[in-house]
């Protein structure tokens, strides 16, 4: 209390405070073995709102290898679609957390790692050419894979120990060949 000509001035004890800490994120998903299928390997990270967050900040680690794989700050929201960029790979498992962030920054809140797995890619079933045949520039056939967005198909000549055929980046599951064989 101040008084009237400004120099009586009277207080009591200072009250103080605590601010509770944020509670970390619940993350729902991805959990447990994901099963090949189209997009799997782009998951989207999703997790309970934490009371008091201004935004969050996402982290992911492929156990596998044990590199950081995403690094996302700044999330506003409670999920994240991981972009092709930040694709992560099949057969792989990965540890993440979502970190409540508070409104000054400095206060962040999460808990205990949430891991999970991508299945690996089964291998295309190949289906033509196969045994004895005629044709010097046979078209190769094979079955198409779940999550696959592209095949290799190398062909090594076991006479001559060279490879006549290399190509890395095949969208359908055949390809019409162009280079002539060597019959025998």
Do not use: C, E
């Amino acid at each position: 209390a101040v008084s009237t000509n400004g120099i009586g001035v009277s207080f009591l004890t200072a009250q103080s405070f605590k601010l509770n800490a944020l509670a970390g994120p619940v993350m729902t998903g991805p959990i447990g073995t994901i099963a090949a299928s189209a997009g799997y390997d782009q998951p989207t990270f999703t997790w309970n709102a934490s009371t008091g967050a201004k935004d969050y900040w996402l982290y992911v680690v492929n156990t596998t290898t044990g590199q950081v794989v995403i690094n996302q700050r700044n999330i506003v929201g409670t999920s994240y679609a991981a972009s092709p960029a930040q694709a992560l790979t099949p057969g792989h498992s990965y540890a993440w957390n979502a970190i409540a962030v508070s409104t000054n920054g400095i206060g962040v809140s999460f808990l205990t790692a949430q891991s999970f797995k991508l299945a690996a890619m089964p291998a295309p079933v190949l289906s033509a050419p196969v045994g004895h045949i005629t044709q010097i520039t046979p078209t190769f056939n094979w079955s198409s894979v779940p999550a696959a967005t592209s095949y290799a198909l190398y062909l090594y000549d076991l006479t001559t120990s060279r490879m006549p055929i290399s190509v890395v980046s095949v969208v359908d599951a055949s390809l019409n060949n162009n280079v002539t064989l060597t019959v025998g």
